[in-house]
């Protein structure tokens, strides 16, 4: 279980998001502006890397953040309009809570893997990530722990009434996943029955 200094609230995800939902459409509207102010954003997520280990001192930093954005901007020459701080605070500190999070994702995935591997288990699998299978994308990821090779299987939602589509990418251990082998299937049926069969496939290779 992740401690309390590791847990994102609702409340603070809502705000994030907001923030993301109002500074990204900028880009259109005003592409010199949405320029000094993500890179205000930057500034401030920087700092937050070196003084924010965890998500709760991200969250207790907010006030500060929003009291420093117009100095962060002046020291590095940049303007942000009217552009709320409030906002930029709030963006700058999205992304280092979503770096910690992935950062803590990897290290329960490499404590898994190991235990894996000291109790002898052949494959580990990782739970689907909830919020992106609202979204319409599913993703499994599971690892033959002897050889490192990840077995992934996705499904996206079709858009404008088209049909999902099916794959599956092959990731040898030390690879990324450019280098993966990918195959896409007609329906969830053939997908399924081809993660089974390479699922057995990856595990009669196992030397």
């Known amino acids: 279980m992740p ?30 502006e949405y320029e000094q102010v993500t890179r205000v954003v930057g500034l401030l997520a920087a700092e937050l890397r070196t003084e924010a280990p965890d998500i709760a001192t991200v969250l207790g930093l907010r006030e500060e953040l929003v ?19 409030e906002t930029i605070a709030d963006a700058a500190s999205a992304i280092r809570c979503r770096e910690l999070q992935a950062a803590r994702s990897a290290t ?11 109790t002898g288990e052949e494959w580990v699998d990782e739970e689907p990530d909830a919020q992106a299978a609202w979204a319409g994308s599913y993703r499994s990821t599971a690892v033959h722990v002897p050889t490192g090779t990840r077995l992934i299987g996705a499904i ?6 088209a049909p999902p589509t099916y794959t599956i990418e092959i990731i040898a ?8 082998q990918s195959s896409g299937y007609p329906d969830r049926d053939s ?13 009669s290779r196992r030397l």
């Open 3 to 32: 401690s309390s200094s590791d847990v994102l609230p609702g409340a603070a995800q809502a705000r994030f998001t907001a923030a993301e939902g109002q500074l990204y459409p900028l880009a259109l509207v005003d592409p010199d």
């Open 67 to 85: 009291t420093r954005v117009p100095m962060i901007a002046a020291e590095a020459g940049l303007t942000i309009g009217g552009f709320p701080r």
């Open 108 to 118: 329960r995935w490499a404590d898994r893997l190991e235990a894996a591997r000291s």
């Open 156 to 161: 996206e939602a079709g858009s404008a009434g």
């Open 173 to 180: 251990a030390e690879t990324d996943e450019a280098a993966a």
């Open 191 to 203: 997908w399924l029955a081809a993660l089974r069969r390479l699922r057995a496939e990856i595990s």
